[in-house]
Structures are given as C-alpha cells and as structure tokens.
C-alpha cells in the first residue's frame, strides 16, 4: 500500500511518521527503510537492526569522459555539459533493492531479499521530502514502474511532503490514503496538531482528530534537520483559546444563571392551570325551598340550580364510547386480517390490526371484506367500511345489541 503524509513545515509530519508509523512498524519486527533523520542510539538494539537510513541514492554517478568531450569540442564545437543526475535518496530504481531477473519474463525488477520471518512482509519505505526523490518532471520510468509493482516485493511506502502537486503524477495516483497534518496554532495549541483521514489524494475524508504530542518521541527523531540542534519556533503570540474569550465565559456564566433560575422559578414552557374556586354545596333541604319577601309582596319560590348530569356513554367493553371502522382487509397465503380505524367524535384516533382488537379480549366474525362482527361479552357491534362522522354519542358504528 502506498500512503501519503501531507503537512506544511512543522505541522507534525515528522512526529506522526515517527510516533505512528516507523515505531509500530520496528515493534511488529518489520524492517523500515528511510530518509528521516532518526537518532540510532535512542532505539533498542534489536530495532536498530531494522533500521536503514539512506542520505543519497545507490545508484552510481555518472563518469564523464573528458577525451571523448574534448575531442567532440573540437570536432563539432559541442559543449560538454552534465548529464542529469539526482542523487537524492529513492530517486532511482537501485534504491529499492537488489535486480533480480523474472525466469518468465526475462525482465530485471529490482526488490529489497528482506522478508518478515512470521508473515513474510517486506519492508516498509518512509520517504521524507519525497518531491525531492520523485518530482512531478523527471522521475525515472523505472521508478514509477517500480512504484506500480511495489506489491511483488511486499513492501508498502509512506510518502512524505508538503504538497501533492510537487510529486510524479503517475505515483500519485497510487495513494491509497492521505493524512493531512496541520498545527494547532488557530486553536491556542502549542503541543497538539490536526490530522484529517482522506480516501486518496483528492478523496472524501474519512475523520479527523486532534493529536497532542507525547514527549516520549522526541528521541527518536531530529526535527530540525538544518541545523544540529533544535531551536524554538516563533509561534503566534496573540492568539487566545477560545475557551479563554470573553465571549466564551459570559456564555458559560449567562448559561449558569438560567439554569439556576429555571431550578426556582420552575419550567416557563410548562401550561399552568388556574385554580378553581370553591363552591359551598347548598345546605340539606335547600332544594325548594321558599324565600321569604316582605308581607306586601307576592311570595317566590326558587329552586336550587339543577346539577349536570355525565353524558351518557356506552359501557362494557374497551372500545365504548369510540368508532370503530374497517381501514382495510388484507387477504394473506396463510391468514387474512383486519386493519381497524378507531375515532372518537368523527376524528380517527389511531389503527388497531386483527391481531390487536383480539389481544384486547374482542371476537370478531367476518361477514364480508367490509362488515366484520366483533363480540365482547354480551355486548355486539358491527365495523364497516365507513368513514368517522361527529355524532351525539360517539359510540360504535353500528348500534350495539346484546347476545
């Protein structure tokens, strides 16, 4: 598989190779083949055995024939001029293994002999600064063939740059995943750095976190390979976590105090019912009885306010007092059913299947696709495929009668 690392300078590429790619890789015993400028000593010594650290190609310099360019010189006039050469590391084809000829084929493939003992992987190529190795203009062929190819000698590639558009467009295409690193300067972090998962180069992302560096690592690796010794960035002095805005700590405190006033005050959505005022009941015997009036005037007789009475509602079964209609009847291979609307008033209410009127303790007898009977007790009443309407007594459809 082929990876890509993208991030600007000093933006985590080298931590996240390190901490999470060459490290895990010398742990599962697997040898790892790199440019980064990593600190031997600070490995154990059967992990340093692991390791091969290149600094320029394998791949010999050209030898220039000075007779020969002398003699052109004067034959031609032609000026000797330097053949191109890069000498970065895994710039060429030789720094990917020893040639070895196809019996089948006859084509020489250069591969690394190394094999994992237990799962016979081959090794793993960390390349920093890749644009340098491989750029968009002048990569070999034979290294884009060979990149192509990676999967016969099972190894698998970690490319490692600050921009995609500076690499050979043929190794490009091959990234399975690109990581994506950036600092965490916009957030007030100093020790913590964005990584975003992307599918490909130019592919969806996949998630991304926020990672802070681990101390433990930095042993392993030099950061700043200009110079011998590390020196300190400058960073962005003015900017402030957010957490430490203004804005954000009157929210929080705006936020604190609501809550503690909802607490006291009680919910503000909540719908208050007002209390009802009492109201003596009339004292026994008060019912016709007569008032009193002066002896000049006729005499009246008031009777107390009659008391409503409840409306009357059918009783006896679960369903009294609502609609029953039949929403629909489906004719199944193994069993046929009942789909009931229950309304209230002329307003439907909610569906009850076959299976859930009889669940209710209903015996239903089908006379039709339309007219069902449906028993409770000594109480019978017909579902029909009628529509809900708003009557006095919103009882059931049809007018109940005793069995």
């Given at each position: 598989?082929?990876?890509?690392?993208?991030?600007?300078?000093?933006?985590?590429?080298?931590?996240?190779?390190?901490?999470?790619?060459?490290?895990?890789?010398?742990?599962?015993?697997?040898?790892?083949?790199?440019?980064?400028?990593?600190?031997?000593?600070?490995?154990?010594?059967?992990?340093?055995?692991?390791?091969?650290?290149?600094?320029?190609?394998?791949?010999?310099?050209?030898?220039?024939?000075?007779?020969?360019?002398?003699?052109?010189?004067?034959?031609?006039?032609?000026?000797?001029?330097?053949?191109?050469?890069?000498?970065?590391?895994?710039?060429?084809?030789?720094?990917?293994?020893?040639?070895?000829?196809?019996?089948?084929?006859?084509?020489?493939?250069?591969?690394?002999?190394?094999?994992?003992?237990?799962?016979?992987?081959?090794?793993?190529?960390?390349?920093?600064?890749?644009?340098?190795?491989?750029?968009?203009?002048?990569?070999?062929?034979?290294?884009?063939?060979w990149f192509a190819e990676h999967r016969?000698?099972?190894?698998?590639?970690?490319?490692?740059?600050?921009?995609?558009?500076?690499?050979?467009?043929?190794?490009?295409?091959?990234?399975?995943?690109?990581?994506?690193?950036?600092?965490?300067?916009?957030?007030?972090?100093?020790?913590?750095?964005?990584?975003?998962?992307?599918?490909?180069?130019?592919?969806?992302?996949?998630?991304?976190?926020?990672?802070?560096?681990?101390?433990?690592?930095?042993?392993?690796?030099?950061?700043?390979?200009?110079?011998?010794?590390?020196?300190?960035?400058?960073?962005?002095?003015d900017i402030v976590p957010i957490w430490?805005?203004?804005?954000f700590k009157g929210a929080a405190v705006?936020?604190?105090?609501?809550?503690?006033?909802?607490?006291?005050?009680?919910?503000?959505?909540?719908?208050?019912?007002?209390?009802?005022?009492?109201?003596?009941?009339?004292?026994?015997?008060?019912?016709?009885?007569?008032?009193?009036?002066?002896?000049?005037?006729?005499?009246?007789?008031?009777?107390?306010?009659?008391?409503?009475?409840?409306?009357?509602?059918?009783?006896?079964?679960?369903?009294?007092?609502?609609?029953?209609?039949?929403?629909?009847?489906?004719?199944?291979?193994?069993?046929?059913?009942?789909?009931?609307?229950?309304?209230?008033?002329?307003?439907?209410?909610?569906?009850?299947?076959?299976?859930?009127?009889?669940?209710?303790?209903?015996?239903?007898?089908?006379?039709?696709?339309?007219?069902?009977?449906?028993?409770?007790?000594?109480?019978?009443?017909?579902?029909?495929?009628?529509?809900?309407?708003?009557?006095?007594?919103?009882?059931?459809?049809?007018?109940?009668?005793?069995?």
């Open positions: 598989m082929i990876n890509l690392l993208l991030g600007a300078p000093g933006g985590g590429k080298s931590y996240e190779a390190v901490a999470y790619h060459v490290i895990p890789a010398l742990a599962e015993g697997r040898k790892v083949i790199t440019n980064l400028p990593l600190i031997l000593d600070s490995f154990p010594p059967e992990q340093r055995r692991l390791l091969d650290i290149r600094t320029k190609t394998r791949k010999p310099a050209p030898v220039v024939d000075w007779q020969k360019a002398e003699s052109m010189f004067k034959k031609f006039g032609f000026a000797h001029r330097d053949p191109k050469f890069n000498a970065n590391a895994f710039s060429n084809v030789e720094d990917y293994g020893l040639p070895v000829m196809d019996d089948q084929t006859g084509i020489i493939q250069f591969s690394d002999p190394w094999r994992h003992p237990e799962t016979g992987a081959g090794p793993l190529y960390v390349i920093d600064e890749c644009h340098k190795a491989l750029p968009s203009v002048g990569t070999p062929v034979t290294v884009e063939e016969h000698s099972f190894s698998d590639v970690l490319l490692m740059t600050q921009s995609h558009g500076k690499i050979d467009k043929a190794i490009k295409e091959l990234v399975q995943v690109c990581y994506r690193v950036r600092k965490a300067t916009h957030l007030g972090f100093s020790n913590r750095y964005i990584r975003k998962v992307l599918d490909g180069v130019n592919g969806a992302e996949m998630n991304e976190s926020v990672r802070e560096y681990d101390s433990a690592y930095f042993k392993f690796y030099r950061s700043h390979t200009q110079s011998s010794s590390a020196g300190s960035e400058l960073g962005a002095k430490k805005h203004w804005t705006l936020l604190a105090l609501g809550a503690v006033g909802m607490y006291y005050a009680g919910n503000p959505m909540k719908v208050r019912t007002p209390p009802v005022a009492a109201v003596a009941a009339p004292a026994p015997g008060a019912a016709g009885a007569r008032m009193s009036t002066p002896a000049t005037g006729p005499q009246v007789t008031a009777s107390a306010p009659a008391v409503p009475q409840d409306l009357d509602r059918p009783k006896g079964h679960p369903l009294a007092g609502y609609g029953v209609h039949v929403a629909g009847y489906i004719h199944g291979a193994k069993k046929d059913m009942y789909l009931f609307q229950v309304s209230q008033n002329g307003q439907p209410q909610y569906t009850l299947n076959q299976d859930e009127i009889t669940e209710s303790g209903y015996v239903l007898k089908r006379l039709n696709d339309c007219i069902v009977e449906l028993k409770f007790d000594d109480v019978s009443f017909y579902a029909t495929c009628d529509a809900p309407k708003v009557g006095v007594n919103p009882g059931a459809n049809m007018p109940a009668k005793s069995t």
